[in-house]
């Protein structure tokens, strides 16, 4: 039997859960009109998972980090461990979601890269921003991406391609995101 990393219980009650739920109850409404219609609503996929990834972001919000600025433990350990309860979290929200949409509708596919390529960049952005900003810079991040990538479907050439990115070559981009989140800024 291993014992519980005495951090666990104390960090995943300091989360703040509210807005993965809240994402996570209108990605169930999806699920209940497209069990309904019979159908899947594809366009929405982006959507969905850009809101997804914001709402893991946003539960990085360390309301605590004032007090706990004299602890021995670290902003970034404190962020970390965080990222370690939310991204499981949300990833097991998206495959849920995932799996009843390929019930409905079986050409849906598994379109993961996405939401994880945002996921990560939200982090990063969180980890490299101002404090006094850095979650709201985070949770704008796939948000503002998404929006980015559906207004660029216009577009022709090289300004088509940076919107989409994080849809066309997520590996790359959660590549990317993920040495960034690593380098992080020393705090």
Do not use: F, K
């Not at 519980?4 to 209940?32: F, M």
């Not at 982090?123 to 900003?133: G, N």
Request: aromatic content about 6%; proline content about 8%.
């Amino acid at each position: 039997m291993t014992a519980t990393p005495a951090w666990l219980v104390p960090t995943a009650r300091a989360v703040p859960w509210q807005p993965l739920a809240g994402v996570a109850a209108c990605l169930l409404g999806v699920v209940l009109v497209a069990a309904v219609r019979g159908s899947w609503p594809v366009g929405v996929l982006d959507v969905a998972a850009a809101g997804l990834a914001a709402a893991v972001v946003a539960g990085l919000r360390d309301v605590a980090a004032d007090l706990l600025a004299a602890v021995p433990t670290s902003a970034s350990r404190r962020r970390a461990r965080r990222q370690l309860l939310l991204v499981p979290a949300g990833l097991g929200t998206w495959l849920a979601y995932l799996a009843v949409g390929n019930l409905v509708s079986p050409d849906l596919g598994w379109p993961v890269g996405p939401v994880v390529a945002l996921v990560a960049t939200g982090c990063a952005v969180a980890a490299w921003a101002p404090d006094r900003l850095a979650v709201e810079a985070g949770v704008a991040t796939p948000l503002l991406w998404m929006a980015l990538a559906r207004v660029s479907t216009e577009l022709d050439g090289p300004l088509r391609a940076l919107p989409a990115a994080y849809q066309d070559h997520p590996w790359i981009v959660t590549a990317a995101a993920v040495a960034a989140l690593l380098m992080g800024r020393n705090r």
